[in-house]
């Protein structure tokens, strides 16, 4: 295996030099615990921890090691390292975290495309797929819809889902897959590209994981059987995981019960634009497309230009990413106004 297989390119190894950190090894974290980390180079698996001074002076817990980072180690022991640095990431891909206002949570970096795995059973829902959609926009990671238990409902019925999601999500490619027949498990890798990295996304019991087994062809990953009372997936990954195949890298990624939008509103943009499209025709530019005349967006949803469904999905994340983004805000003064009291107090203490 090459550092190559593994993600790297020419535009990491300038920083490293620029850096000097050539003089350290290479490799990407594939699994973090807290304070522990496993890092995969070329010919070796280390267990890692951080060296003290990046350990004690980072004050952003983002800055610290995430699955899918590259860093800078050194060996102390038989397979044990240090880690000096986390290299510059080329994608972050995060959500708002769990209980913690204006606060978001890393799900994985250096991503090439997000897989958003939904199962056509009773896990199917559009606007979830929107949520997914939206973290992957604002990352720039390309999005690819993969439908997965199709073997448990009929082929109309598949046809009809195929076409209510290309009707709300267009330009988006879907693939409809059974992991117990193998239907669609040749167009997923196609799409696999060698050095490239794939992260799945989606809820628990959805088949991520059997995928991932699927794909490389062992079982790598552990499953659960479908619990007849709910028709699903019993939750089974419970930490991110990275591997490496023959035709790409894969990240496992636990199941996500909430999928809380941050204040990335590129990413927001690009999966609503055709309401933002029509919202440029508003007669007021600080129109909330609720109640107001004139309004472009609602006279589109009167004449059925506009998927209904959408719309309220629309006014819902809106609503949510402006409450994020007024309590990232609040937070942020804090921690300047927290700066400058410990600055000042420095100042006094200095004067004695």
Known sequence: MTLEDLGYNSTLEDYRKEQNLDSFGIGR??????????????????????????????????????????????????GKALIHAVLPRSSILERKAVGKLGQTQIIATNIDFGLIVQSVNRDFNINRLERYLTICNASKIKPIIVLSKIDLIEELELEKLVIQVQERIKNVPIIAISNQSKIGIGEINSKLIRGKTYCLLGSSGVGKSTLINTIIGEKMMETGLISESIDRGKHVTTHRELIVSENGILIDNPGMREVG??????????????????????????????????CAVLAALENNDLNP????????????????????????????????????????????
């Open 261 to 294: 939008i941050t204040d990335a509103s590129g990413g927001f943009e690009m999966t609503f634009d055709e309401i933002l499209n029509l919202a440029q025709d508003c007669k007021y530019n600080d129109c909330t497309h609720t109640n107001e005349d004139a």
């Open 309 to 352: 469904e959408s719309y309220e999905n629309f006014l819902k994340m809106e609503k949510e990413r402006l409450h994020f983004e007024s309590n990232a805000q609040e937070r942020k003064k804090k921690g300047k106004d927290l700066g400058k009291l410990i600055k000042n107090m420095k100042k006094s203490n200095n004067k004695y």
């Open 29 to 78: 974290v594939i699994l973090a615990h807290r304070d522990r980390y496993t890092v995969k180079t070329e010919s070796n698996e280390f267990d890692c921890e951080l060296v003290g001074n990046l350990r004690f002076t980072v004050t952003d817990k983002s800055k610290l090691p995430s699955v899918g980072d590259w860093v800078a180690i050194s060996e102390y022991d038989d």
